[in-house]
């Protein structure tokens, strides 16, 4: 067939497919935090950033992390302001930006501050994933140990009467 690219044909192909079934990212607010539970699935991954609207560092992350969404079709990201969302954080010392959870399912595989270089967050996110779900369960006993709070977002929206 003239004029046939069959790899051009595959690779618009995977990115339509891509496109349809990627997770949506969210900028938590108090009027979608019902459609953000209600797209989680019991062993949904999350990815969240945790900042502050007055922080600079945050307002240059947030594009980028936006962004990385579209690498992660499998993860549902999510943007948190923790003092519009201080009924979901109260417990929780964050004193430095970004402050990222990776979760899946109930299990806080990774809670703390990164580095604002968005190559880091990557990396991180491709190690979590490739991570056997019985190491993600002894990380997650370690993270809530350590830190004495209860890490997991779910928890944290059930708390505050927004079920999933």
Request: aromatic share 12%.
């Amino acid at each position: 067939m003239a004029g046939y690219n069959g790899q051009a044909f595959r690779q618009y192909f995977a990115r339509s497919l891509f496109r349809r079934n990627a997770m949506p990212y969210f900028h938590l607010t108090l009027d979608n935090r019902h459609q953000f539970a209600a797209s989680l699935t019991p062993d949904s991954w999350i990815v969240a950033c945790l900042c502050a609207d007055w922080c600079g560092t945050c307002k240059s992350y947030q594009a980028p992390f936006a962004a990385l969404a579209e690498r992660f079709p499998e993860c549902q990201f999510l943007w948190l302001d923790i003092e519009d969302h201080a009924d979901l954080t109260a417990d929780l010392d964050i004193e430095n930006f970004p402050t990222l959870l990776i979760q899946r399912g109930e299990e806080t595989a990774f809670f703390g501050t990164m580095l604002p270089e968005i190559a880091l967050a990557q990396r991180l996110i491709e190690v979590q994933l490739a991570t056997d779900p019985a190491q993600i369960n002894k990380q997650h006993r370690a993270v809530q140990a350590a830190l004495g709070v209860n890490c997991n977002l779910r928890q944290w929206l059930r708390d505050a009467g927004v079920e999933n």
